[in-house]
């Protein structure tokens, strides 16, 4: 069975559209992860629901390094709440600079943490990306990022192939032979 020339043309459209959307959408994400990075900013997922509706659940957290000293009350930040470096990002509700501490809370939350030294700080919130937590945490882990690489190299090596398959179709692949002088 033999595809008609509309067929295959409709086809070649969407295999340049598909191959060209994914190759942009691949450059796009790392160029932003570089330019976080870049920024000093770090990137987190919210894995509990203690700050919703704000930061719900699967939520990417941009967090920029602050000084203790600049951090106020009704601020979000995320610090290191214990010696296995687990991380919580919760607002400020006090700032005790005697103690040097913070009183933090989770907006969903009834109750107040304990105190978070200010040397577990690692930084302020500088804003949220509801439902890319999940994926870009699987993205960036270290124990995927084999198979990530591998992703990212098959889907450059089948968008190559397509343009070349389409440039041979097309002619515009061929060599014309020189002219002798």
Same mark, same amino acid.
């Given at each position: 069975?033999?595809?008609?020339?509309?067929?295959?043309? %409709?086809?070649?459209?969407?295999?340049?559209?598909?191959?060209?959307?994914?190759?942009?959408?691949?450059?796009?994400?790392?160029?932003?992860?570089?330019?976080? *990075?870049?920024? &000093?900013?770090?990137?987190?997922?919210?894995?509990?629901?203690?700050?919703?509706?704000?930061?719900?659940?699967?939520?990417?957290?941009?967090?920029?390094?602050?000084?203790?000293?600049? %951090?106020?009350?009704?601020?979000?930040?995320?610090?290191?709440?214990?010696?296995? &470096?687990?991380?919580?990002?919760?607002?400020?509700?006090?700032?005790?600079?005697?103690?040097?501490?913070?009183?933090? *809370?989770?907006?969903?939350?009834?109750?107040?943490?304990?105190?978070? +030294?200010?040397?577990?700080?690692?930084?302020?919130?500088?804003?949220?990306?509801?439902? +890319?937590?999940?994926?870009? /945490?699987?993205?960036?882990? *270290?124990?995927? /990022?084999?198979?990530?690489?591998?992703?990212?190299?098959?889907?450059?090596?089948?968008?190559?192939?397509?343009? %070349?398959?389409?440039? /041979?179709?097309? &002619?515009?692949?061929?060599?014309?032979?020189?002219?002798?002088?």
């Amino acid at each position: 069975m033999s595809l008609s020339p509309k067929t295959k043309n %409709i086809l070649s459209t969407a295999g340049n559209f598909v191959s060209s959307f994914i190759t942009a959408a691949v450059a796009i994400t790392a160029a932003i992860f570089v330019i976080i *990075k870049l920024l &000093g900013w770090n990137m987190f997922s919210v894995d509990s629901p203690s700050m919703a509706p704000l930061y719900p659940v699967g939520t990417l957290v941009i967090v920029r390094d602050a000084e203790p000293e600049e %951090i106020e009350a009704g601020d979000v930040i995320t610090y290191v709440l214990n010696e296995d &470096g687990v991380l919580v990002t919760h607002r400020v509700v006090k700032v005790n600079a005697d103690n040097r501490t913070f009183i933090t *809370k989770g907006d969903a939350n009834n109750t107040e943490d304990s105190p978070v +030294l200010w040397e577990n700080t690692v930084g302020k919130v500088v804003f949220g990306i509801p439902a +890319l937590g999940t994926p870009v /945490r699987y993205i960036t882990a *270290k124990e995927n /990022r084999p198979a990530v690489i591998a992703v990212i190299a098959v889907i450059f090596v089948f968008s190559l192939a397509w343009d %070349i398959f389409e440039r /041979r179709k097309s &002619g515009r692949g061929r060599r014309v032979p020189r002219r002798g002088r």
